[in-house]
């Protein structure tokens, strides 16, 4: 049986309610409340008919719309609400103001009307005066509105098919083409440029977007009328000419309302300069940022950005903005958020940092004040479902759920692509996302959701893996990611060398290493394409979803055999604000991929079908739901310790240190939680599973298991009296404001003073997290602080630290920006770790580091 996804039938209403998720709210997209909106706004004047009579009208003013119905007041009424009526724009006698005038109508209040006449023959000696007066600078309906085919029409149904519009150059601000509006679906517009009428160049855009203009525009503002500068040479100067001549003569017989473009959003006026650098989400390939450069500043409203690249083997690709632009970011907006942000091509160094970078190219950042709105995520929020256009083919709309929300951005997945392809980046102000049950609305179809089934599989032939992929790849769009085989490219491409798709089986045991939640955060499946290709990718995701991802790196670097066809990939991982890459052999061919995936899952500890090429519908033939979880474990024998990230332990290695530090047992308790101190909130073990495993330091000792039964519990007392480990659950830790780790245990080859120093230091945390007293033993060593450390700037770490023994290491702090949040946090794993000292120097600057946290306990923690 091979198993295989297609399409069933999608209803969103039965999706929510039985899987009880949430749709983002309809008022988080601003771009279609505004298209939903009625073409007659509040404040508008008409004339209208006179009940009874059908010669004489009288002026009313609109309050509100709801439909094709309008709340209307009579002008004399002044605030007073109590005379408003509701009529049917498609059956009331309605006209603009002036209809009277031009065909010889009366203008007088309603007969029956005593209360209007009385009230305005008060002020006014008759009603002409009185109408002066109140129709000067007053707006009036658009009388298209009101009469002929458009009457009671929406904004966004004035554009109808055939339709002209200018459309900016994507490249030139000042430059402008005539398009055709081929299709409307509910404001989104499928356009082409008239003299180009090939579907291959059609382009999908909001009607609200930036670029769009009323015919005639360009000349009003002494701009271009210029062909689209990529396609211009499709077509001979005279055949453009000839073609926009034709067009707009036809256009005008029956002009687009000017009332389209009503709700456009005005031009804010910009403040950067050329050579700034920013950050902006890739423009071609929307699943990274990265950093960019203005190139070019045109006027005080459009800038030109260009993307980094310091090889100089093609032109890297650019783009106009504006001042709002969706999409672009200050400079270490990925630092503060924690995303991950793309290396610019060619950048030698494998670690990215702005500062020095700003330096190498003799540039500056652009400053904060050029993005006004960069932190407003619109109420959007992780988990919520939506509507959205798949960038690399605009004119689908998938289901998709929002993976992350970080400031104004959202990490959409795509559901049911038959070619997954990486969470897309989008601005909350994007019009390519849409409200649960749009695209039903505007019965235009929806990618829905895709369900595994099976079906009888064909016996193919070994020697041919062609035939196989062929059979499973669909066609590639144009503009897929280049690395992906496709049936039309393996003439070109050894078929061996190709994987079909390998799958992320979310319901498998995840072992200790990786973080159920996030296993469960990542695409279904990655792939087809180049073994070594989807492998690299698939296993960064695994190595980004780890607790400790600079463990995993280690971890996967012993993944290896003799006989296998493999090529060297670097792996990268971050933690903590450090990065970490390790160079891992990775096999080439499809025949190795699966063995490949078994011993990579084996070496973590996980279900053997964690990932890999077999698709886990419902149960896992592991049935590792219900095994003892040891059972992954029973072949771990490796030496004690940390090998550092160059170094590779064979499997297998027994070879023992000299001296080592014994490791405690695994604790196995059922569910057992793990209480944060000085009484904060308690947090779960993060693994779901039957035993815990400290995610900041995690140790393992020489012996194959832990003595203790796999079922059997671990008494209370046992739990009590294990040493406390670097932190508290990384749930609690990485609230920064609530908890910061307790001390951590000496190593066995530290001193003697060093010893009576950490226990010293534990005693008095542990007895200020309990009672809550400030009594210092030691006076000596006594640390009176002045203000709260949790409220420490990096400035006044930098001044303690040189104020101590340890006065040689501040130049680090300052270097990683360690604030007195981030200093409450520091062990002395992680001291060694990510300031790559030496123990003794680790040791000496940790009881410094303790000092102020006995002292923080004794003065601000009750």
């Known amino acids: 049986m091979d198993c ?63 439909g094709q119905l309008l709340l209307l007041r009579y002008c004399g009424y002044g605030e007073d609400r109590k005379a408003d009526f509701w009529c049917d724009i498609m059956t009331a006698e309605l006209h603009p103001v002036g209809w009277c005038t031009q065909n010889n109508k009366t203008l007088q209040p309603p ?42 029409k929406n904004t966004v149904d004035l554009i109808t098919v055939g339709s002209i519009l200018e459309l900016r150059d994507a490249l030139e601000p000042s430059v402008y083409w005539a398009a055709q509006v081929q299709r409307n679906v509910g404001g989104r517009l499928c356009l082409s440029y008239v003299g180009l009428n090939d579907s291959v160049y059609y382009i999908w855009m909001f009607y609200l977007n930036t670029r769009l203009r009323p015919l005639g525009w360009a000349k009003e503002n002494n701009l271009s009328m210029e062909p689209p500068t990529d396609l211009c040479g499709l077509r001979s100067r005279a055949e453009w000419t000839e073609a926009l001549e034709a067009a707009t003569a036809e256009a005008m017989k029956s002009p687009l309302p000017l009332e389209v473009f009503k709700d456009h959003v005005d031009l804010h006026t910009h403040s950067f300069k050329t050579g700034m650098k920013l950050e902006m989400v890739s423009t071609t390939e929307p699943f990274h940022i990265c950093p960019v450069s203005v190139t070019k500043v045109y006027n005080e409203y459009y800038f030109e950005i260009t993307s980094d690249d310091l090889t100089a083997e093609a032109t890297p690709p650019s783009v106009v ?36 970078y700003l330096k190498h190219t003799g540039t500056e950042a652009a400053p904060d004040v050029c993005f006004p709105n960069a932190f407003h995520s619109k109420g959007f929020c992780k988990e919520m479902w939506l509507e959205a256009v798949n960038p690399l083919q605009r004119s689908e709309i998938c289901v998709a ?149 600079g463990r995993v790196l280690r971890e996967l670097q012993v993944v290896e055999d003799p006989q296998w066809n493999c090529q060297e990939e670097t792996l990268k991982a971050k933690y903590k604000g450090k990065s970490y890459r390790s160079t891992m052999r990775i096999v080439r061919t499809m025949e190795q991929v699966a063995e490949f995936c078994r011993r990579v899952c084996e070496r973590l500890q996980c279900c053997p079908n964690l990932f890999g090429p077999t698709l886990v519908s419902d149960k896992c033939p592991e049935n590792c739901s219900s095994q003892t979880k040891t059972k992954y474990t029973y072949y771990k024998k490796r030496k004690v310790g940390r090998p550092s990230l160059g170094e590779i332990a064979q499997d297998g290695d027994m070879t023992k240190p000299a001296r080592r530090r014994k490791k405690r047992k695994a604790i196995f308790v059922q569910k057992k939680r793990r209480t944060s101190i000085v009484g904060y909130q308690t947090a779960e073990s993060p693994q779901d599973s039957d035993y815990y495993y400290d995610d900041e330091d995690f140790e393992e000792s020489g012996s194959e298991e832990s003595s203790n039964s796999p079922h059997e ?142 002292a923080f306990y004794s003065q601000y923690a009750n």
């Not at 309809?26 to 008409?46: C, D, N």
């Not at 270490?332 to 160094?349: A, I, Y």
Request: neutral net charge; proline residues 8%; contains cysteine.
């Open 4 to 66: 295989v996804e297609e399409e069933v039938d999608f209803n969103w209403e039965e999706y929510l309610e039985d899987t009880g998720v949430t749709a983002a709210p309809h008022t988080s997209f601003r771009h279609v409340e505004i298209s939903l909106q009625s073409s007659f706004q509040p404040g508008m004047k008409l004339e209208v008919a006179n009940k009874g009579s059908l010669d004489t009208y009288w002026v009313a003013t609109i309050i509100t719309t709801c």
């Open 111 to 152: 007969e029956d009307n005593v209360y209007l006449r009385a009230a305005i023959k008060e002020k006014y000696n008759d009603w002409a005066e009185f109408l002066v007066k109140e129709l000067t600078g007053s707006r009036t309906a658009p009388a298209n509105l009101l009469e002929g085919p458009l009457r009671g």
């Open 321 to 356: 903005c504006h001042a709002v632009s969706p999409g672009i970011l200050p400079v270490q907006w990925c630092m503060k958020n924690g995303v991950v942000l793309e290396r610019p091509r060619g950048f030698e160094s494998q670690d990215f940092d702005w500062a020095d």
């Open 401 to 549: 759920c929002i993976t992350q929300v970080k400031g104004r951005l959202l990490w959409l997945r795509l559901e049911g692509l038959t070619k997954p392809i990486p969470d897309c980046i989008v601005d909350v102000d994007s019009m390519d996302i849409f409200p649960v049950g749009w695209c039903e609305a505007n019965s235009y179809p929806l990618i829905p959701l895709l369900k595994p089934v099976c079906r009888p599989q064909k016996k193919i032939a070994v020697v041919q893996p062609e035939k196989q992929l062929n059979r499973l790849t669909p066609s590639q769009p144009p503009d897929a990611p280049p690395n992906m085989c496709s049936s039309m490219d393996t003439g070109l491409v050894n078929g061996k060398y190709c994987c079909s798709q390998l799958f992320v089986n979310h319901r498998c045991f995840s072992g200790p290493y990786l973080n159920k939640g996030r296993i469960a955060e990542l695409p279904q499946a990655v792939g087809p394409g180049k073994c070594a290709v989807v492998l690299k990718e698939i296993l960064t995701m695994l190595i980004n979803s780890a607790y400790k991802p």
């Open 713 to 854: 519990e671990t008494p209370a007392h046992t739990f009590k009296e294990a040493p406390r480990r670097g932190r508290p659950p990384r749930r609690v830790a990485l609230q920064r404001r609530a908890t910061h780790p307790g001390p951590e245990p000496s190593d066995k080859t530290a001193s003697r003073r060093t010893t009576r120093s950490v226990s010293y230091i534990q005693n008095q945390t542990t007895k200020h997290a309990h009672t809550k007293t400030e009594c210092v033993k030691d006076d000596d060593d006594r640390l009176v602080l002045e203000r709260n450390p949790l409220e420490w700037s990096v400035s006044d770490v930098v001044d303690f630290i040189a104020s101590t023994d340890c006065a040689s290491l501040a130049k680090i702090f300052q270097e990683q920006d360690i604030d007195g949040q981030a200093l409450l946090l520091l062990t002395l794993p992680t001291v060694q770790e990510c300031m790559d000292l030496k123990l003794g120097p680790a040791i000496k600057l940790c009881h410094q580091i303790e000092r102020v946290k006995v």
